[in-house]
DNA sequence: TGACGGAAAACTGTATACAAAGTTGGGGGC
DNA sequence: GCCCCCAACTTTGTATACAGTTTTCCGTCA
């Protein structure tokens, strides 16, 4: 699994008091999403089940409902595994984004009343400030908020769900396929520039916005095909076809 | 529960073999579809465990499964319910369903091999022809497979799984809120029309014919606000200030 | 008659035991 | 030296027991 993670898991659980399903699933999400557990990570549930001080019973629970939100993957008589989404799937999760995210923007231009549009300016207030400070996990952190806050508050319910699902599995993408060279996927601008077209109600603009917003973010990924077990299976091949 | 479905499951299962959770997702959610569990029904852990022939373990697990699927509604300490999701979802529902299903149709356009094409068409005429012979049952299975083809054959496989969620979702809606007058939601020509624009290629058009596809099915409902429990309370109030 | 209270029944939550499937590593054959 | 096969070990699948919670129903009291 992952030594350091499981060792601070132990001593939270230790400190706090019961432990829920509901409560082993965020857990193992954050990890998840703050890259903690890295994609194809053995999630085994006694183990699991000896971190959180539950029994398995629990632990599966929380495994299934993991894999419907798409963070896990569970195949029948094998150990659940962290999922590691293919490049594929990442450009298809980023125009399934933009196309509802674009949609519930749109429709919440205008709509957003002043204290929930104080709270988006602070967010995006701290992610910058978190970001020249070089610190990444609360700009992550900060961002996602921004996001959630649109989704949650998204006058329809159903996109909104299905906004918070598509910003989740975004952000682990994100952190598997951003360029190494690259420090933070931050943006400047783009945020105010977005609360700025929503305050003003042009619900139009709000859409171009989080599109252009969602391009940017996935061109700071690196998507070209690379050498994945398959091709190393061939390189092997040759490489005996040589000896 | 409901007891025919009941005896004809525990007859199903005595004939058919082994049982496994995803069976039991399917069986459910076909009977909630086709309105043999109406909405609010119970479905206590241990009588559906001795329908199919299983422990709860296993029913456990399904009705998770379930619950994420949103046809379930699965609450700490109380039995899990068929869910009946309100007017309000209902048409949340359906304008998240016009965003993905007219993206999805956009996408298509022009995409679809011969042999698919040749599918769809004759489900299409399957449709018509249930729906002549007053076969209604029958009428909407061809309706729904034309849908989850596209969904299925969508080039972007999130957005196809959004769609066959949401496919679910307005089917059940619609057997909840159906007017009692209609025997059918049949609209003529609505799928011919879409599968021509489709095959033309025509991306905006295919789009367009979804939109009103759904604007049609969606006026066949009757979703007046009604009395349900919670006026009934408030009623029950103003009884009890009169005494 | 109707409302309240409490015991019994019904049901879910969790742990655990055993069965079945998968994984791994070492020894023998080529 | 390399590959294959088999046995031990690991891990998941399923059933079941018991604890805790909710619901139901009946008897009592105003």
């Given at each position: 699994m992952n030594n350091a993670w499981h060792k601070e898991m132990l001593a939270e659980v230790k400190a706090g008091g019961r432990i829920s399903d509901q409560d082993i699933v965020e857990k193992v999400r954050r990890a998840v999403l703050m890259q903690r557990l890295p994609p194809d990570t053995k999630l085994p549930e006694v183990t699991l089940g000896e971190v959180f001080g539950v029994s398995r019973s629990v632990v599966r629970k929380a495994l299934t409902r993991l894999a419907s939100e798409h963070v896990v993957d569970q195949r029948p008589n094998q150990v659940a595994r962290v999922r590691a989404p293919s490049i594929e799937e990442t450009r298809e999760t980023f125009e399934a984004r933009?196309?509802?995210?674009?949609?519930?923007?749109?429709?919440?231009?205008?709509?957003?009343?002043?204290?929930?549009?104080?709270?988006?300016?602070?967010?995006?207030?701290?992610?910058?400030?978190?970001?020249?400070?070089?610190?990444?996990?609360?700009?992550?952190?900060?961002?996602?908020?921004?996001?959630?806050?649109?989704?949650?508050?998204?006058?329809?319910?159903?996109?909104?769900?299905?906004?918070?699902?598509?910003?989740?599995?975004?952000?682990?993408?994100?952190?598997?396929?951003?360029?190494?060279?690259?420090?933070?996927?931050?943006?400047?601008?783009?945020?105010?520039?977005l609360l700025d077209r929503l305050g003003k109600g042009d619900g139009e603009a709000s859409r171009t916005c989080i599109h252009e917003h969602l391009h940017s973010l996935e061109a700071l990924l690196d998507l070209r095909p690379r050498e994945n077990s398959i091709d190393l299976m061939s390189i092997l091949g040759r490489t005996a076809e040589q000896t």
């Open positions: 933009r196309l509802v995210e674009g949609e519930v923007a749109a429709q919440l231009a205008g709509q957003l009343d002043d204290e929930i549009m104080a709270t988006l300016e602070t967010q995006a207030r701290l992610e910058t400030e978190a970001y020249e400070r070089g610190d990444e996990p609360a700009r992550i952190e900060h961002s996602l908020t921004i996001h959630h806050l649109l989704a949650e508050h998204s006058p329809n319910r159903v996109l909104g769900a299905m906004l918070t699902d598509l910003v989740l599995r975004t952000s682990i993408v994100i952190a598997l396929y951003k360029r190494p060279s690259l420090a933070s996927c931050y943006l400047e601008n783009d945020h105010p520039r």
